[in-house]
T-cell receptor, first 111, second 114 residues
């Protein structure tokens, strides 16, 4: 069964600190992996999309890594800001119109 | 830039009532999708469309219907609402397939069935 598991479920960090969110997947055949940011009460917004051959991809203070061999991805957030408080969702694509969504990691950045 | 627009944002229905969630996009995307997001669960695909006049079922289509008469609009119809349909519904669109194209989501429609 295609599954995407994210950890931790929730995380609280101080503003300015770094953090790393994890994503493990069993989706096959793998096509690409995406990270989305979802603010409370809003729709998800794409942060990165990585294909099988990409190991690292950055979008500002967000850096995603992908290890297709171990089927793991991580999202690293550098110098966190209050506006980074959101849910971060890992999504793995395996067919033309089919995506498997993780349940997300809820991040809270505090002063 | 409007992007993907959903209406209504909130709605309360009684069991057995019907309603339509509206979705429109102004990016001329061929592909459109309806997802539902339940607490503690990942988004689940209800229906999708690869172009005007073409729709197909996703993972959880029971209790829903869709139509795609134009490129811009992709309404989701709930017939005989049930408490199990209480959820947040997201419409999304993409230029290419979900596999290759970036998904753009609407703001969501929160539906409660009592």
């Amino acid at each position: 069964k295609n599954q995407v598991e994210q950890s931790p479920q929730s995380l609280i960090i101080l503003e300015g600190k770094n953090c790393t969110l994890q994503c493990n997947y069993t989706v096959s055949p793998f096509s690409n992996l995406r990270w989305y940011k979802q603010d409370t009460g809003r729709g998800p917004v794409s942060l990165t999309i990585m294909t099988f051959s990409e190991n690292t991809k950055s979008n500002g203070r967000y850096t995603a890594t992908l290890d297709a061999d171990t089927k793991q991805s991580s999202l690293h957030i550098t110098a966190s800001q209050l506006s980074d408080s959101a849910s971060y969702i890992c999504v793995v694509s395996y067919t033309a119109s089919k995506l498997t969504f993780g349940t997300g990691t809820r991040l809270q950045v505090t002063l | 830039n409007a992007g993907v627009t959903q209406t209504p944002k909130f709605r309360i229905l009684k069991i057995g009532q019907s309603m339509t969630l509206q979705c429109t996009q102004d990016m001329n995307h061929n592909y459109m999708y309806w997802y539902r997001q339940d607490p503690g669960m990942g988004l689940k695909l209800i229906y999708y469309s690869v172009g005007a006049g073409i729709t197909d079922k996703g993972e959880v289509p029971n209790g829903y219907n869709v139509s795609r008469s134009t490129t811009e609009d992709f309404p989701l119809r709930l017939e005989l609402a049930a408490p199990s349909q209480t959820s947040v519904y997201f419409c999304a669109s993409s230029r290419g397939t979900a596999n290759t194209g970036e998904l753009f989501f609407g703001e969501g429609s929160r539906l409660t069935v009592l």
